[in-house]
């Protein structure tokens, strides 16, 4: 019912410590995080199932396609992107997609089959920003 004050003060170090992080981060830095969060939520998602936590499943679930629908999908410039932000719109699509089923049949393999879509594409995109750091 109650939670420790350890508990307590962890948890809103960490809030505090997102929130300065988000409003610090450049552009590149902001989808990064978008990704890490997708992957934890991911994977929670996935720990979930196996633990047979229904209510964490869905709220990881819920969280992971969150981030793919308002913070990955939406900051995607389709005039300007090109063929690669239409890739992209549409791998998000899909995912979110096999999320949904993945939510409805319980199915590990549908989250582990997003996992592997989305990890390849966020180191990607962690690789791109060492690129130019190191151009720079």
Same mark, same amino acid.
């Given at each position: 019912m109650?939670?420790? $004050?350890n508990s307590r003060a962890a948890t809103a170090y960490k809030r505090v410590s997102t929130d300065t992080g *988000?409003?610090?981060?450049?552009?590149?830095?902001? $989808?990064? !995080?978008?990704f890490d969060g997708l992957i934890q939520s991911l994977?929670?998602? /996935?720990?979930? !199932?196996?633990?047979? %936590? *229904? %209510?964490?499943?869905? /709220?990881a679930i819920g969280k992971a396609v969150r981030i793919i629908e308002e913070g990955l999908k939406a900051g995607l410039n389709l005039s300007q992107g090109g063929e690669i932000a239409n890739n992209l719109l549409g791998l998000y699509g899909y995912a979110v997609q096999r999320l949904s089923w993945a939510n409805l049949r319980n199915d590990p393999a549908a989250v582990r089959e997003v996992l592997n879509l989305i990890e390849p594409l966020a180191d990607s995109w962690k690789q791109i920003r060492t690129g130019a750091l190191q151009g720079a």
């Open positions: 109650f939670t420790s $004050v *988000v409003s610090t981060a450049d552009p590149h830095q902001l $989808v990064s !995080m978008l994977n929670a998602a /996935r720990g979930a !199932m196996e633990r047979g %936590e *229904v %209510e964490a499943k869905g /709220r």
